[in-house]
């Protein structure tokens, strides 16, 4: 069986905040086509920043990439506006469930639809196929959005996405803040969209369990390196993840790259 050729690699990159402040150190990663992967890590890992690198979203915080190479398609895609990826195929989901709260789900949900060219007739078949996935969108279309539950506003925030009709969605903690019966809800629609419509998903994520469930790879992420990779299966049965990212074994180590078992892949300086 053939692996099929990535809709994104990540090709050894740095990204320097602030001119100063040193965040990721040399990060590569694939996703294939039609792929769910994963980018797992405690906070303040580097797993946003890596997003935002792709979406190129990082000026906004005055960051910045300083080294390697982003494509996209096989396009390189370092120097595109938000706006322009967007048209593209590519997306990102924020983390943090931003929907706009003085709106209402259904008018949150157009505003997905705002770089698209194909007419009205297109949209609101969109707009219906966001509704049978989440079909508790469909019954608060006329709440303001400010004032549904996180688990719909979370909602929202992927309908939104799929509004534009992308071919990727860069999807940043989506299990932040919710109750995991929310959690297993999204994470199935996830999985759906990606069946029914070959959507790519990269996510990054910090509960490992339900990540390496649904995604087919993954990238362990620690101080900006990606200290372990590997297949789904392989991650959920290597007993140094399971140590310190699945809640197994009691050892004192406070750091995976602790594990002097583990020889590490330097890629960042290949």
């Known amino acids: 069986m053939t692996t ?3 809709i994104l690699s990540v090709n050894n990159v740095e990204v320097i905040y602030d001119h100063v402040i040193l965040v990721l150190k ?3 990663l694939t996703v294939p086509t039609g792929g769910i992967v994963a980018i ?3 906070n303040g890992a580097g797993k946003s920043t890596t997003l935002k690198s792709i979406s190129n979203l990082l000026k906004t915080e005055r960051g910045e990439v300083t080294k390697g190479s982003i494509e996209f398609k096989g396009e390189r895609i370092d120097t595109l506006t938000p706006s322009d990826l967007v048209k593209r195929g590519c997306i990102q989901v924020m983390e943090g469930r931003h929907c706009f709260g003085h709106l209402t789900i259904e008018e949150n949900l157009l505003t997905g639809a705002f770089t698209r060219r194909d007419g009205s007739a297109a949209i609101n078949a969109d707009l219906d196929r966001v509704y049978t996935y989440f079909p508790r969108l469909k019954e608060r279309r006329t709440s303001l959005a400010g004032y549904t539950s996180g688990g719909e506003q979370q909602m929202c925030a992927i309908g939104r996405a ?3 009709r992308p071919s990727m969605i860069l999807l940043d903690e989506p299990s932040m803040g919710l109750a995991p019966q929310i959690v297993a809800q999204i994470f199935e629609i996830v999985n759906e969209i990606n069946q029914k419509d070959g959507v790519s998903f990269l996510l990054a994520e910090q509960n490992t369990n339900v990540a390496l469930k649904y995604a087919t790879y993954g990238y362990i992420l620690e101080t900006g390196r990606i200290v372990m990779d590997g297949t789904a299966q392989a991650l959920r049965e290597n007993e140094d993840v399971k140590e310190f990212y699945l809640g197994a074994g009691g050892g004192e180590r406070t ?3 602790d594990v002097k078992s ?8 290949a």
Do not use: D, E, I, N
């Open 4 to 6: 099929p050729a990535p």
């Open 26 to 28: 040399g990060v590569s």
């Open 40 to 42: 797992l890590g405690a």
């Open 162 to 164: 799929l509004m534009s």
């Open 255 to 257: 750091s995976f790259r």
């Open 262 to 269: 583990y020889k590490r892949r330097k890629r960042w300086l």
